[in-house]
């Protein structure tokens, strides 16, 4: 409604003091130039791996370091979140809610990306007719050494060794079990834990801050990452596979806008474009990286600032970056029947189905890997059927241009369904939303905290089913 968006807009103007309108829209201007800058280094890099491939495949690092540079903020980042998140909650139960409601719609949303791929592929068959020599075979068992787990193993890998471990090992799902029982532990001491969450809040602050310059090294990792890819994969690489390609990217396409946009639309009454232009910054750093992970403070703090609470976000996103793998199964799924067809002995759907189901536990196991796609599929084509790793090699080549898409849609797939579980659970200021996505609230890209709604004071404003009140509204 036309009066109460306006209304709203007033009311968030009028109570964010500390942001003078004048000074956030100088620093907004100059990220728009990181960005751009981004764009430029992304088009150079393609440039230079084309035309010089081995100097391409030299400027790795640069790609390398700056992906480490994000990664070095995700634990403190996550552990911030949902500390903050969960002891502002009264109620332990609704924590437990979204964690059940999240868990279970990733299951149902990897088999649906399952299903997909599995009818494409198998109309596609772009495998049929290559052809498998020594040095492919050598090349797909060489990917078989994967840091993927059984299930049991698995399971236990997410207790750290010690409290701080969690941090230091760079294993998200450890720092969300640390971050979790630090959350419960603050709410159940009540009043006594308020002084921590404070001390928590600026913590959260001085990551942020921190990420926020990091990000400006943004152009030079791009740069590196891109020509590294371009120049180890080559063009030749890319004509031979061309189709397994264009279908991957097609399959993943269709169902980010058709299954996600629809769930978006019906759940959420949110038009997925719209969400995607909000979002646009972080799709372009994970087109320019190859790695979801580099975007993953940033949906974390873009998120909350939609509107979705602090407990929603910090459970569904880390655990959606372990388990809402849409874009790998998907992956996983064409990636074995080409290869089954390369190998000339296709698979029917009775074997085809355990194959895959294998493989969508095998790739929990693997969660946190960073580039795990190829390894992954390789350790379970070798635990399932031994037969067909032979011809994984095939795929090395164009592997790191097939991770582009598998990391949009991962992501894609995380973004709408920290919505969708806001929605469900009824931890989402829809008011919010529809301001944010129109522009009258603008995203902070200095800070990337919203300075007026981060003070703990207004914590006990909060009712008890969980539903956040506007602050001073």
């Not at 164009?398 to 991770?403: A, K, L, T, V």
């Not at 949009?408 to 008011?431: C, P, Q, R, S, Y």
């Amino acid at each position: 409604m036309p009066t109460k968006t306006s209304r709203r807009a007033a009311v968030a103007a009028s109570t964010t003091p500390n942001t003078a309108p004048a000074a956030p829209a100088g620093k907004r201007d100059r990220t728009h130039y990181l960005y751009i800058a981004v764009i430029a280094a992304v088009a150079l890099g393609i440039a230079v791996g084309l035309i010089w491939p081995d100097l391409g495949v030299e400027l790795k690092p640069l790609g390398t370091g700056f992906v480490n540079l994000i990664k070095m903020m995700i634990s403190p980042i996550i552990f911030c979140t949902i500390v903050l998140g969960i002891g502002s909650v009264r109620k332990a139960a609704k924590v437990g809610a979204v964690g059940g409601i999240a868990l279970g719609y990733f299951l149902v949303m990897s088999l649906v990306a399952l299903g997909i791929g599995l009818v494409v592929g198998n109309i596609l068959e772009p495998g049929t007719g290559l052809q498998i020599t020594e040095a492919v075979k050598n090349a797909g068992h060489g990917q078989v050494d994967s840091e993927a787990l059984p299930p049991v193993d698995f399971v236990l890998s997410i207790i750290p060794k010690t409290l701080v471990s969690a941090f230091t090992e760079q294993q998200v799902l450890q720092t969300l079990l640390v971050a979790l029982l630090s959350g419960f532990a603050l709410q159940a001491m009540g009043s006594a834990g308020q002084p921590i969450l404070r001390g928590v809040e600026h913590i959260q602050r001085l990551v942020f801050r921190i990420l926020g310059m990091v990000m400006w090294a943004a152009p030079i990792g791009s740069f590196g990452a891109i020509a590294a890819v371009t120049g180890s994969a080559g063009i030749d690489a890319l004509k031979q596979l061309a189709i397994l390609m264009l279908g991957f990217y097609v399959t993943c396409f269709l169902f980010v806008f058709l299954v996600l946009g629809a769930l978006l639309r019906i759940v959420a009454g949110l038009n997925i474009l719209t969400l995607f232009k909000y979002l646009g910054r972080e799709f372009l750093l994970i087109l320019s990286t190859s790695s979801s992970e580099s975007a993953l403070p940033r949906l974390i703090a873009k998120m909350e600032h939609l509107g979705v609470s602090k407990p929603v976000v910090g459970i569904t996103v880390p655990t959606g970056y372990s388990f809402n793998l849409d874009g790998t199964m998907i992956y996983m799924t064409m990636a074995s029947l080409f290869v089954a067809d390369a190998m000339g002995t296709p698979m029917a759907v009775s074997e085809q189905i355990p194959l895959l189901l294998f493989l969508l536990l095998a790739s929990k196991g693997a969660a946190g890997v960073t580039g795990a796609g190829l390894a992954t599929l390789a350790g379970g084509l070798q635990s399932h059927k031994p037969a067909l790793v032979d011809g994984v090699g095939l795929i090395v080549g164009i592997d790191r241009f097939m991770s582009e898409a598998r990391a949009l849609t991962n992501f894609a797939g995380n973004a709408v369904a920290t919505v969708l579980i806001g929605t469900w659970t009824k931890e989402i200021d829809k008011e919010r939303v529809q301001l944010v996505l129109a522009g009258g609230l603008p995203f902070d890209e200095q800070t990337l905290l919203d300075e007026g709604d981060a003070v703990l004071a207004e914590v006990p404003e909060q009712r008890e089913d969980g539903e956040k009140e506007l602050a001073k509204a």
